[in-house]
Structures are given as structure tokens and as C-alpha cells.
């Protein structure tokens, strides 16, 4: 009886530490995935170097050439018309390539397309540049969204890609600061030269470093546990035509084309305003600058780590993502009054708040492909929204060279910046009411 009794309590006793072994593996994973997000965070870094250099030479440029309000935004209509056509080809090159080769592939070319800046001679070759520079940096958040997609599990991705997108403003803090001092000491065809070759050091890391997490030496059984830790989706061929069939896609895609112009703007057009409106020298753009986009790397890692803690916490995706969106999108409203505002670094906290806010939702926004599509159509869906970004971006490019050519006035384009937000929300909300994840055809 004795025996029978300790043999009956014993089985249970193992069943129950067995039972434990995998959740105590999933509570203490590995960290070798934020290293991935921190190649991410250097590569989106180098991305908007690239992007704002031209930005940071607006007024030295265009006494150079002779260009006026009407001929620069002719050169970001060439990025940004570039940039849409690159999405709706680079997105699928990515998930047939994979994130290793096709992030390495479009790093070099854009490089290069930086590089070639300092070839320019006149408004035509610019263009072309500018052109070339946007069709390869098309490729750099399918792949950045991919690689989250395959390097973290749902709980995770929105604060992941908070932290990687942050380095778009890091990358909006390192130019204003480098570039006028190369500009200035070395000429602005080194400025171009410079930011432009940085890359290639970045490829070599990211070829030593990059794998998938199951073919990675590096990563441990706890952490792959804890990646694949989601509910498994089926892995489906999806024809690249039949996405445009979920309303899923189109929450994305609406959400993109309202809110990515706004960006575009505040890269190109916000030093030129503090320019303008404050007296700034080139010298003296660079700690405003900072200041504005530091506080957009802050909106940027809070935004995602807030939705991500609603997760954790029970919330259900939905309410965690538009929450987080709800709250970011009200943080941009007083951007609507900046161009009235006398003080320098009132008119800076104001455009910082608004900055911080766009990070915020956009790093919740980026989430939601990888939140209702299977890994091997997020680089598509992802594209397929940042086409309509840049869309978004030709059509700002257009009204901000025209409005300040023929009014000289701020107020228009910061109008457009306040409101895009909550359109942007009520957009994906009406096409999307759940998130709730595709069931494909």
C-alpha cells in the first residue's frame, strides 16, 4: 500500500516539473535577437542619412544652382516617385530572396545612388540621383519588418520595431550635426561621399551576423523556443495580386499613405523652416535638430513598447495597436500652430511632440502587416504600403514647393501634418475594426 501510494504521488510530481520545463525555458530566452534589432536600428540609421543630407543643403544648394522652392520639390518628387515604383518590386524581391541577400543587395546600390550626388552638376543629374537613391531605399522596411517578422514573436515586434525605427531620427540627428561641418571644411560633395560609403561597412556585419534564428549558431534552444512561441500559421504560397483583396492590406496602406508625407516633410522642409522663420545659419541648425528628433526617438521606443506591454498585459492586439495610435495621433494636433510660434524652442518642443507622435504610431502601424499576414507575405504587404507612402510623399512634395513659392507661409503644410493622424486612424479602424489575422484563399 505504502509503495503504491509513493509510486502514485511521484508520476504526478515529474508530469508537473516536465510540464514547467518549457514555460521556465520561455521566461528566461536569450537576447541574441536584439542584436539583430540593433543592425536594424544602424541600418535604418544610414537609411535617413542618405535621405537628408539634401535636406540639411537645401539653402546652400539651391544658391549653388540657382534652384527655387518649385525645383526642390521636383528633386523629392523624383525620390518619392522612385521609392513607390521600388516598393511594388523590391517588397516581393525580399520574400523571394530572403532578408539576408536582398537587404545587403539594396544597401549597396543605395550607397552607391548616395554617392553619386557628388557627381551633380545640374538639376537633371540630381534628379536622376535622387531617383536612384529612392528606388533602392525602397527596399530598407520590407526588409527591416521582414527580419522582426522572422526575429521576435507577436508580443515583441511593436517594441522592436519602435527601437530599429528610432534610427530614422538618429539618422536626422547625426546629419544635421556632420553635415554642415564636412559641407563647410571639406565642401558638400564630401558630405555626399561620406554618408554615402558608411554602408558598406554595414553590409559586411550584417552578412557575418544574419541568419535566420533556426540556422543561427548563436541562438540558443530557449530563445528559438521563445521566438516560435506564437500559434503557428500554415505556410501558404500567396499570389502577390491576391493581397489587395484583404481589407487588411488596405488598413495598411491607407494608414501609410496619410502619415509617411508627413515625415517627408519634417526631413525636408524643417530645416529650411527653422531657417526661415528663426534666423538659423547652417552651423546652427544642428541642436535644434537634435532636440526634435531625440524627442521623436523617445515617441518612437514608447510608442511600441506601450502597445507591446497592453499585449503582455492581456490586452488583445487591436486594442493595444489603435491605443497606442489614438495616443500618438493627439500628440500631434499642435504642430497645426507651429508656424505661429515666436519662439525658437517652443516652435522645436512643438515639431519634437509631433515628430515623437508620428514614431509612435508608425511603429505601431509597421506592426499591424506582420500582426494579421503570415511572415512569407510581409515584405509584400509592407511594400505595398510604402508605396502609397511615397505616393503620399510626391503629392507633399508638390504642395509644399508650390504653397511656399507663392505664399512663403508654413501654415498649409503644418495643417496637413496636424490633422493626418486621426484620418489615418479612422481609416484603418473602418477597414479594419479587429486586425483580426488573414484566412487566405
Excluded at 128 to 141: N, T
Excluded at 154 to 177: C, H, K, Q, W
Excluded at 217 to 234: F, G, N, T, W
Excluded at 350 to 360: E, S
Aim: glycine letters at 10%; proline letters at 4%; one cysteine or more.
Amino acid at each position: 500500500m505504502g509503495s503504491q501510494s509513493t509510486s502514485g504521488t511521484s508520476a504526478p510530481s515529474s508530469a508537473v516539473v516536465k510540464a514547467q520545463e518549457p514555460e521556465q525555458e520561455l521566461s528566461s530566452p536569450g537576447y541574441f535577437r536584439w542584436l539583430i534589432c540593433t543592425l536594424l536600428l544602424l541600418g535604418v540609421t544610414k537609411n535617413y542619412m542618405d535621405r537628408q543630407v539634401l535636406g540639411v543643403l537645401k539653402i546652400t544648394l539651391q544658391h549653388n544652382f540657382g534652384w527655387n522652392e518649385i525645383d526642390f520639390g521636383n528633386l523629392v518628387f523624383a525620390f518619392q516617385s522612385a521609392y513607390a515604383a521600388g516598393m511594388l518590386l523590391v517588397g516581393r524581391l525580399v520574400d523571394r530572396l530572403g532578408v539576408r541577400l536582398g537587404y545587403a543587395v539594396t544597401m549597396i546600390f543605395w550607397s552607391l545612388a548616395s554617392m553619386a550626388h557628388a557627381l551633380g552638376r545640374s538639376l537633371t543629374s540630381f534628379m536622376v540621383a535622387r531617383a536612384s537613391l529612392g528606388f533602392a531605399e525602397s527596399g530598407v522596411f520590407p526588409c527591416s519588418i521582414k527580419s522582426v517578422a522572422e526575429w521576435f514573436p507577436n508580443r515583441e515586434r511593436s517594441f522592436a520595431i519602435g527601437i530599429f525605427n528610432a534610427g530614422a531620427n538618429v539618422g536626422a540627428i547625426l546629419t544635421p550635426l556632420l553635415v554642415p561641418w564636412i559641407a563647410i571644411h571639406w565642401g558638400w560633395r564630401w558630405a555626399f561621399l561620406i554618408t554615402g560609403g558608411i554602408g558598406f561597412l554595414w553590409v559586411v556585419l550584417w552578412l557575418v551576423l544574419y541568419r535566420k534564428p533556426e540556422e543561427h549558431r548563436r541562438v540558443s534552444k530557449a530563445e528559438l523556443a521563445y521566438i516560435r512561441s506564437d500559434p503557428a500559421r500554415p505556410a501558404t504560397k500567396i499570389e502577390w495580386l491576391s493581397l489587395a483583396s484583404y481589407r487588411q492590406t488596405w488598413a495598411y496602406v491607407a494608414g501609410k499613405f496619410m502619415i509617411d508625407p508627413v515625415w517627408w516633410f519634417y526631413l525636408y522642409w524643417v530645416p529650411d523652416f527653422l531657417q526661415r522663420k528663426h534666423g538659423l545659419a547652417l552651423m546652427q541648425i544642428g541642436v535644434p535638430i537634435m532636440a526634435i528628433y531625440v524627442i521623436s526617438d523617445i515617441g518612437s521606443v514608447a510608442g511600441g513598447w506601450f502597445s507591446s506591454s497592453l499585449i503582455k498585459r492581456g490586452k488583445s492586439v487591436n486594442f493595444a495597436r489603435k491605443t497606442a495610435m489614438l495616443i500618438c495621433a493627439l500628440c500631434v494636433l499642435p504642430i497645426m500652430f507651429a508656424y505661429r510660434v515666436e519662439s525658437l524652442w517652443g516652435a522645436v518642443l512643438i515639431i519634437g511632440l509631433a515628430a515623437g507622435g508620428h514614431q509612435g504610431f508608425s511603429a505601431n502601424l509597421f506592426a499591424v502587416p506582420s500582426d494579421t499576414f503570415p511572415a512569407q507575405a510581409v515584405g509584400s504587404v509592407v511594400g505595398m504600403g510604402g508605396m502609397a507612402g511615397a505616393v503620399g510623399g510626391m503629392l507633399i512634395a508638390k504642395i509644399v514647393g508650390y504653397t511656399l513659392q507663392w505664399t512663403g507661409s508654413y501654415m498649409v503644410p503644418f495643417f496637413i501634418a496636424g490633422s493626418a493622424y486621426l484620418i489615418a486612424l479612422a481609416f484603418i479602424h473602418i477597414l479594419s475594426p479587429r486586425l483580426d489575422p488573414v484566412r487566405l484563399h
